[in-house]
């Protein structure tokens, strides 16, 4: 078996993974590269031809975040005939989020934020969604190239990160022997606001290919979930009673719901009082309904609890208005992206909102480095200013800025406990910084000694 990273691997960036496992050629997740323009966004899927006879009979797609979906229309485009699986719920979400996109990247062109042109139109992937292949969890597929049946099974496993979230198990044979790959993709094993924690194939496998995310976040070890919600409502409280605005940046798909769900939660049980205005925009509304519709068919902790049941206001178009809502007195403002990239509403918020000593900007979830929100972390810390934006300079941080580990992801320790469960021989670490793979691949080696801990980087073909 032979395993290619096809995105850039110094960092978290866009997820993307060839393996030619005999005949058949299949691709793992087929994301973009959310710190990046254009072009640059892409995983470079030209090394896959340059494998001897490289090419894409499958593709399977783990979940609905724009790392790991966000190229899938490039990647059909180069390679039409390969089938593309992921779990239904998955298929929804990206009928919505992939046009989402496509017009995104056309606006951004149409207005001149960016020179280049989208990577892919609504056209192209009207003619492609209908061709993708839905599955349910534990409900094994074949996966082998065409004419080879049954020489590849793939069955999907609930990774307990965001709705419609897989990690995959591919089983087949090399050598006269059977053998077993697993695919964490982005993993939870513990149980968020709203989705139960992941589930895991009962059997050891020979490959596991492991995120690391969490590698090199010491802090996340030593709390718990139940801790963190009671530290995120305690902010809340705080701020509302000093009659400041607390400014959650989140990613809309996933943290977004899970968010609201807690401030439901501190809401009925009179921590936070019900007059509070929870503002949302976007595509949340949409997403929200998805998570609603699929509450009775993929895993819930609570199948009554409806997102959309969470009382919310729409955030006003305009910047004047939109600051005002930031001086009204006490509100919590749920807004994207959670790295606060330029031009979106958590960025534009936030530059309103740092100096006011009333404010908040309550961070909930992962943000790589160099990221706005990493930076108005380090500034907080080291009462420092921070440049949030271009376009703007360096500003004071008066509002209190806040971490909490709400995220999707499991923390480091969980990581090495699932390895340890599944007792590869072999582990490919994948989706981390360089940080949070050299912790890993140390505590690998101590938990697991016989095995073998890989490293790879792009284009670089690993014999497994
Ligand atoms: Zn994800
Ligand atoms: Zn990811």
Same mark, same amino acid.
Request: glycine letters at 8%.
């Given at each position: 078996?032979?395993?290619?990273?096809?995105?850039?691997?110094?960092?978290?960036?866009?997820?993307?993974?060839?393996?030619?496992?005999?005949?058949?050629?299949?691709?793992?997740?087929?994301?973009?590269?959310?710190?990046?323009?254009?072009? !640059?966004?892409?995983?470079?899927? &030209?090394? @896959?031809?340059? #494998?001897?006879?490289? +090419?894409? $009979? =499958?593709? /399977?797609?783990?979940?609905?975040?724009?790392?790991?979906?966000?190229?899938?229309?490039?990647?059909?485009?180069?390679?039409?005939?390969?089938?593309?699986?992921?779990?239904?719920?998955?298929?929804?979400?990206?009928?919505?989020?992939?046009?989402?996109?496509?017009?995104?990247?056309?606006?951004?062109?149409?207005?001149?934020?960016?020179?280049? !042109?989208?990577?892919?139109?609504? &056209?192209? @992937?009207?003619? #492609?969604?209908?061709? +993708?292949? $839905? =599955?349910? /969890?534990?409900?094994?597929?074949?996966?082998?190239?065409?004419?080879?049946?049954?020489?590849?099974?793939?069955?999907?496993?609930?990774?307990?990160?965001?709705?419609?979230?897989?990690?995959?198990?591919?089983?087949?044979?090399?050598?006269?022997?059977?053998?077993?790959?697993?695919?964490?993709?982005?993993?939870?094993?513990?149980?968020?606001?709203?989705?139960?924690?992941?589930?895991?194939?009962?059997?050891?496998?020979?490959?596991?290919?492991?995120?690391?995310?969490?590698?090199?976040?010491?802090?996340?070890?030593?709390?718990?979930?139940?801790?963190?919600?009671?530290?995120?409502?305690?902010?809340?409280?705080?701020?509302?009673?000093?009659?400041?605005?607390?400014?959650?940046?989140?990613?809309?798909?996933?943290?977004?719901?899970?968010?609201?769900?807690?401030?439901?939660?501190?809401?009925?049980?009179?921590?936070?009082?019900?007059?509070?205005?929870?503002?949302?925009?976007?595509?949340?509304?949409?997403?929200?309904?998805?998570?609603?519709?699929?509450?009775?068919?993929?895993?819930?902790?609570?199948?009554?609890?409806?997102?959309?049941?969470?009382?919310?206001?729409?955030?006003?178009?305009?910047?004047?208005?939109?600051?005002?809502?930031?001086?009204?007195?006490?509100?919590?403002?749920?807004?994207?992206?959670g790295m606060m990239?330029?031009?979106?509403?958590?960025?534009?918020?936030?530059?309103?909102?740092?100096?006011?000593?009333?404010?908040?900007?309550?961070r909930?979830g992962y943000a790589v480095?160099?990221s706005?929100a990493r930076?108005?972390t380090?500034?907080?810390?080291?009462?420092?200013?921070?440049?949030?934006?271009?376009?703007?300079?360096?500003?004071?941080?008066?509002?209190?800025?806040?971490?909490?580990?709400?995220?999707?992801?499991?923390?480091?320790?969980?990581?090495?406990?699932?390895?340890?469960?599944?007792?590869?021989?072999?582990?490919?670490?994948?989706?981390?910084?360089?940080?949070?793979?050299?912790?890993?691949?140390?505590?690998?080696?101590?938990?697991?000694?016989?095995?073998?801990?890989?490293?790879?980087?792009?284009?670089?073909?690993?014999?497994?």
């Amino acid at each position: 078996m032979q395993f290619l990273t096809l995105g850039a691997t110094d960092d978290v960036g866009a997820s993307s993974h060839f393996l030619q496992l005999g005949d058949t050629g299949l691709v793992l997740d087929a994301g973009a590269n959310p710190s990046e323009e254009g072009p !640059d966004r892409v995983p470079d899927y &030209d090394l @896959i031809r340059r #494998q001897d006879d490289g +090419y894409v $009979d =499958h593709a /399977l797609i783990t979940h609905a975040h724009h790392d790991h979906f966000g190229t899938l229309p490039v990647l059909v485009d180069e390679f039409p005939h390969a089938k593309v699986h992921m779990t239904t719920a998955t298929h929804q979400l990206l009928e919505f989020l992939l046009p989402a996109s496509a017009r995104l990247q056309q606006k951004r062109k149409d207005e001149g934020s960016t020179t280049h !042109d989208p990577l892919f139109s609504e &056209d192209d @992937i009207e003619l #492609q969604s209908s061709l +993708y292949l $839905d =599955h349910e /969890l534990r409900a094994p597929f074949d996966a082998s190239e065409v004419g080879d049946d049954a020489a590849v099974e793939a069955e999907f496993f609930d990774a307990g990160h965001i709705l419609g979230s897989a990690g995959a198990l591919l089983r087949f044979e090399e050598d006269g022997r059977e053998r077993r790959l697993f695919y964490t993709s982005d993993t939870r094993t513990e149980a968020q606001s709203i989705l139960p924690g992941g589930s895991y194939p009962d059997e050891p496998v020979d490959v596991l290919i492991l995120e690391s995310t969490g590698g090199a976040d010491p802090e996340a070890e030593e709390t718990n979930r139940a801790l963190e919600e009671e530290r995120f409502c305690a902010a809340l409280k705080r701020t509302m009673a000093r009659g400041g605005a607390a400014l959650v940046p989140v990613f809309v798909m996933g943290r977004a719901q899970e968010v609201l769900a807690l401030i439901d939660r501190f809401k009925r049980r009179g921590d936070l009082s019900d007059d509070v205005p929870v503002y949302t925009a976007g595509s949340m509304r949409a997403i929200a309904g998805l998570y609603d519709d699929t509450r009775l068919t993929t895993p819930r902790l609570n199948p009554g609890f409806k997102v959309f049941d969470v009382d919310q206001t729409d955030l006003p178009y305009g910047r004047d208005k939109l600051k005002r809502t930031l001086e009204q007195g006490p509100a919590i403002h749920v807004v994207s992206s959670g790295m606060m990239f330029g031009k979106t509403l958590s960025n534009r918020l936030a530059r309103d909102l740092i100096g006011d000593p009333d404010g908040a900007v309550l961070r909930v979830g992962y943000a790589v480095e160099d990221s706005p929100a990493r930076r108005l972390t380090n500034a907080a810390e080291n009462g420092k200013r921070v440049t949030l934006d271009e376009d703007s300079g360096p500003q004071p941080i008066r509002a209190d800025v806040e971490r909490f580990r709400l995220s999707g992801h499991s923390h480091r320790r969980q990581l090495l406990d699932l390895a340890e469960r599944l007792r590869p021989d072999k582990i490919v670490l994948v989706h981390g910084e360089t940080e949070a793979k050299d912790w890993m691949q140390t505590h690998l080696r101590e938990r697991l000694p016989a095995a073998e801990v890989w490293r790879p980087r792009q284009g670089e073909p690993l014999e497994l």
